[in-house]
């Protein structure tokens, strides 16, 4: 299974009781699936860069899942039959590189730039 991050914008006027409803027949879908909600993380009413359907703000809640890859497109359709969702969003979440994770490893690239650099500098002074 791979990792997910949905993020849904649903209307501000909804009630906190229905966005919570909301929120658990996903998290359901999610399980029933055999995936399972890693993470749910409420950012709240936030203001929305433009207008949707006359919307200025929007409450937004973001979810990190692991789910089957045919869930995403149920999800998706779901999604755009609500009317209490404004927008949606699910991508793939990026992985850790496991290399990134060594001590040392990150300052590698830039100790040899910067020691490629002095030495160009060298070289230019002798000439």
């Not at 649903?10 to 999610?30: K, T």
């Not at 995936?35 to 203001?47: I, N």
Request: glycine share 8%; no cysteine.
């Amino acid at each position: 299974m791979k990792t997910y991050e949905t993020t849904i914008i649903f209307d501000p006027g909804l009630e906190e009781a229905r966005i919570n409803e909301e929120v658990d027949r996903v998290s359901q879908s999610i399980s029933q699936a055999g995936g399972e909600v890693v993470e749910v993380q409420r950012w709240g009413k936030r203001k929305l860069a433009y207008n949707i359907r006359k919307r200025r703000d929007g409450t937004y809640i973001h979810i990190k899942h692991k789910s089957p890859p045919e869930l995403i497109g149920e999800m998706d359709r779901r999604f755009r039959l609500n009317e209490g969702v404004l927008r949606h969003l699910t991508v793939l979440a990026v992985k850790e590189s496991p290399r990134a994770e060594e001590p040392g490893r990150a300052a590698e690239p830039a100790a040899a730039a910067a020691a490629g650099a002095a030495h160009a500098t060298q070289s230019e002074e002798k000439v």
